[in-house]
């Protein structure tokens, strides 16, 4: 995993190294781009952090980029740089899914307070991503019978229920919910259903 970094594209060279600057005195890791395209060539699945976008560039612009960030399943939190016509833009990739956005001329240090806003989601939905990925490695370790009984026991039946619908024995079921909890790493069905939930939930979106 790299070092969280706020990614600056704006086509102005005066304002990257403003911001650039500006970022360095508050101990924010940063990086430039003059062009969007030049992000999004370089671009790594992954980078950590935020992207800081001006909405109006040369060539690709600030939307246009997010569009792509976003078609290719990037989640970074995106901030707009935006002038005073461009709010409407803005509110309206707001709603598609952008972090926030800011309007020119900015206070420099509301900018930087989104900024670290961005960095703590990120690393939230990066520890997020990581505890899935464990849960679904724990899950991938069940045999085909105890996700059956690991189903049951969701659903909040007991084990002489579980074993009468398998036409198991009971101490067969004890013995693949022992089974289930400890591949799982569980101590509860209440324990159990959170991590699975975590995966699942994630599923739905």
Do not use: Y
């Amino acid at each position: 995993m790299t070092q969280p970094c706020a990614h600056i594209i704006d086509d102005d060279e005066a304002i990257r190294d403003a911001l650039q600057w500006l970022f360095k005195t508050r101990d924010v890791a940063c990086a430039t781009w003059p062009s969007a395209e030049s992000f999004l060539e370089a671009l790594q699945p992954g980078w950590r952090g935020c992207v800081v976008l001006d909405i109006r560039m040369e060539g690709m612009s600030g939307l246009e980029c997010f569009d792509v960030l976003r078609q290719r399943g990037n989640q970074l939190p995106v901030i707009f740089i935006t002038g005073h016509g461009d709010v409407p833009m803005a509110v309206a990739a707001l709603k598609k899914g952008a972090f926030d956005f800011i309007e020119k001329p900015f206070n420099d240090s509301d900018l930087v307070d989104i900024v670290m806003r961005a960095l703590e989601i990120d690393a939230n939905n990066q520890r997020a991503e990581a505890t899935r990925e464990t849960v679904e490695a724990r899950l991938a370790l069940l045999t085909a019978r105890e996700q059956e009984v690991m189903e049951l026991i969701l659903a909040g039946k007991f084990n002489k229920v579980i074993a009468d619908e398998l036409c198991i024995s009971m101490r067969t079921v004890e013995a693949h919910r022992s089974k289930v909890f400890e591949k799982m790493e569980v101590r509860s069905a209440v324990e159990l259903a959170q991590l699975v939930n975590l995966v699942r939930s994630r599923g739905a979106h």
